[in-house]
């Protein structure tokens, strides 16, 4: 058993990531399983990720948190475009991948439906046009979308239980590769997950509606499905969901404020995991750990 985590290092990570490494780390070592964590930093090209990479590290150790995999070059993906790549052309010979030339107005000005997350449920014009011959826009780069069949894909969630999606009426083709070059993340998760050996994938519900299409990438390329457990969102007392761009409580004031024994008890309370908060390592929380324990409604800050 493999398990892992997966920040993108845009800023120093809060409450809700310290949580999703807390629970995906007690899952792997409860199993007797292996832990990996690796760095989304696609987008290093554009993004400055650099400053807040050597903190993820820092404030996973606070937390408690080993593992077995993690520093190497081969766990960022800003180095692995070529890995990417191999896959994306082994995915034109089993699936139809055409260039898009929609601009983001042009998919926002469109009367097409909208998914969960507010993105536009693509309409299919570029993969139309394709079909037809149509000439390409000129001046203009392409990103380049699958085409996606209306079959419908079912997994069982090991905390939010049976989820289905029609991936063509409720994901619409979504994009591999961007009109700049860089790989999406929802081919590149996959290949990391699948040549990494990543057996469970544990992260927030809010990334729940992407699986379906993860498992779709993965069954194209003759990947073996990792089990998945999508975790209820930490939220603000407010009910505000916890985000790095609002400031809420990233783990530099944490690690002011309160112990990572303290944080890992009040956690594990908040989660069903002990009866009342106290406080206990990472490693003494291993033996507490059950998924049938976990709510699935949004869970309330602990601290602040």
Known sequence: ?????????????????????????????????????????????????????????????????DWDAGEDPESFQSRRSAIYEEYFEKLKQVAEIYPCYCSRAELHAASAPHLADGQPLYDGRCYRAWKDGVNPVIGRKPAWRIHLLAKEITFTDQVMGDYRENLATQCGDFILRRSDGVYAYQLAVVVDDALSG???????????????????????????????????????????????????????????????????????????????????????????????????EDVRSVVG
């Open 1 to 65: 058993m493999i398990g892992r985590f997966a920040p993108t290092p845009s800023g120093r990570m809060h409450l809700g990531n310290l949580y999703c490494a807390l629970m995906a780390w007690l899952s792997a070592r409860f199993q007797g399983g292996a832990f990996i964590v690796r760095i989304e930093d696609l987008d290093a090209g554009r993004c400055h990720f650099e400053p807040h990479i050597e903190k993820v590290f820092d404030d996973l150790r606070w937390l408690g948190i």
């Open 198 to 296: 990543v057996t469970e994938v544990v992260r927030g519900c809010d990334l729940l509606s992407s699986t379906p299409r993860q498992i779709w990438l993965h069954r194209l390329l003759g990947f073996p499905e990792p089990v998945y457990a999508h975790l209820p969102l930490l939220v603000g007392a407010d009910g505000h969901r916890l985000a790095k761009r609002l400031g809420d409580l990233d783990a530099g004031m944490l690690r002011e404020m309160t112990t990572a024994e303290e944080l890992i008890g009040n956690l594990a309370a908040s989660l069903n995991l002990i009866d009342r908060p106290e406080p206990l390592t990472a490693r003494e929380l291993v033996a507490h750990f059950r998924w049938d324990a976990i709510p699935k």
